[in-house]
């Protein structure tokens, strides 16, 4: 096996860029009317927390097991009710963030891919309101292949 292969951390430009991405990103969020009242008024610790994630996410340091423990991030996520139309806003925002950030073609591919399957293991409410208790993506259904852009066909709300 090869050790010195590239992760996608570094492919995709290691902590600056892992910086830049939460940056362009919660900024997104928290001008997203669908999503910001999932989120508490003060963003830098999620900020905090979500660099440190996202670098061992995509095979850099694994700083937030280091500092947090166990990731468990479906459970970390209980606190908030979220509902496929949440993951769908949250991805959109994401989709947006790594084009502008420079990430494009296969890793941005690739990346998206990993952030969908992931997104959707957040799920814990239907977009009715009514909490789930098991694999929600089975029994929502939601497990789209998303598109690259908006315009692709990906109902934007
Ligand atoms: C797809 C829909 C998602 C929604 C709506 C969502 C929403 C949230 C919310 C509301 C919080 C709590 C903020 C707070 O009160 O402190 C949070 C925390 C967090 N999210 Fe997400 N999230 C989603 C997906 C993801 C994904 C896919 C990842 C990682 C790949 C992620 C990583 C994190 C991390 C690292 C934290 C901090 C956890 C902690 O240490 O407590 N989230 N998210």
Redesign the pocket.
């Known amino acids: 096996m090869d050790r010195t292969a590239p992760t996608l951390y570094d492919l995709a430009g290691g902590a600056s860029a892992m910086q830049a991405l939460v940056n362009v990103f919660y900024d997104k969020v928290q001008q997203n009317k669908v999503?910001r009242p999932?989120?508490?008024d003060d963003f830098d610790?999620?900020k905090k927390?979500?660099y440190?994630?996202?670098t061992q996410?995509f095979g850099g340091p694994p700083l937030?097991s280091q500092t947090?423990g166990a990731?468990m991030?479906r459970a970390?996520?209980m606190?908030?009710a979220?509902a496929p139309r949440?993951?769908k806003?949250?991805?959109a925002c994401?989709s947006e963030s790594l084009q502008e950030v420079g990430i494009q073609g296969p890793l941005f591919d690739v990346m998206m891919d990993?952030?969908t399957k992931?997104?959707?293991?957040?799920?814990n409410h239907t977009d009715e309101g009514a909490p789930l208790v098991a694999p929600q993506a089975a029994i929502t259904g939601h497990l789209p292949q998303f598109r690259r852009n908006r315009e692709d066909g990906d109902e934007p709300r």
């Open positions: 999503l999932l989120f508490p610790d999620v927390r979500q440190m994630f996202l996410f937030f947090y990731p991030m970390r996520h606190k908030a979220i949440h993951a806003e949250w991805l994401m990993r952030f992931a997104g959707y293991q957040m799920v």
